[in-house]
């Protein structure tokens, strides 16, 4: 009989991989993602796509950017994965390949893609995962799924989601074809714009502080100076 892995076993198991301490504003992202991976993970409905991958990708590349040290970026997101039981070069790749197949189209291109990938040629692998998504009714809808269609539609044409009202035009267009819910969609994008937000500009303050205190460092170092002399 298998037994289903906990949210405890996979933390565990990432925590056993990467040994490190990992900085407060930062670990905070890191384990939500854990989660929120880790449940999908052993739901039954829920299949691995490129898609998904783009959005895991997306996500912790966006809120770990300005981690220090920069090094430990890689050693963190391969632990992720691995507690997972996942290839982190598979995500990489995947998520890579997925941008890659539309860089060089329109962004009315890419949304006319995501709602109605029965039509048109182009983008092969997309294309029949975006197929075999609006096809299935048990489709397993999740907020990284959200942002890697929200990351291939900015890849191309970032200025479509920039202004409130061609986000949501966007939004319900892709909500229709892929017979995803338009409320969840909505919320689960603007969550994750706020979220950024609300990161850079905690890394804003972690740098002034970081700033304020080296200055703090040199002041004394400088003071014991003059005193000795």
């Known amino acids: 009989m298998n037994t289903v892995r906990t949210v405890s076993d996979t933390k565990r198991a990432f925590y ?4 490190r301490p990992i900085n407060s504003i930062y670990r905070r992202v890191v384990e939500e993602l ?14 691995y796509d490129p898609i998904y991958a783009l959005g895991v990708v997306s996500s912790f590349d966006q809120f770990m950017e300005g981690y220090s040290p920069e090094g430990e970026k ?10 997972l039981e996942s290839d982190v070069n598979v995500y990489r790749a995947e998520a890579q390949q997925a941008q890659e197949q539309i ?11 995501v709602c109605d990938p029965h039509q048109g040629d182009g983008a092969d692998a997309l294309r029949g995962r975006l197929k075999a998504i609006a ?22 044409d970032s200025e479509r989601l920039q202004t409130e009202e061609s986000r949501n035009q966007t939004l319900e267009k892709i909500a229709q074809g892929l017979g995803l819910s338009l409320e969840k969609l909505q ?18 303050v972690m740098k002034d502080i970081l700033e304020a205190g080296r200055k703090k460092r040199q002041e004394r170092a400088l003071q014991k100076e003059e005193e000795r002399e």
């Open 135 to 156: 096809d299935n009714p048990k489709f397993k809808y999740s907020r990284l799924f959200a942002i890697g269609l929200y990351t291939l539609v900015s890849t191309v």
């Open 74 to 83: 890689a050693s963190i997101f391969a632990a992720l994965c691995q507690a």
């Open 187 to 204: 919320k689960d994008i603007e969550l994750y714009r706020s979220n950024l937000e609300k990161v850079k500009q905690a890394q804003a």
């Open 34 to 47: 854990m989660v929120e991976m880790h449940l999908l993970s052993v739901n039954v409905d829920f299949e």
């Open 103 to 113: 860089k060089d189209w329109s962004g009315e291109a890419v949304v006319a893609l």
């Open 16 to 19: 056993t991989n990467h040994t």
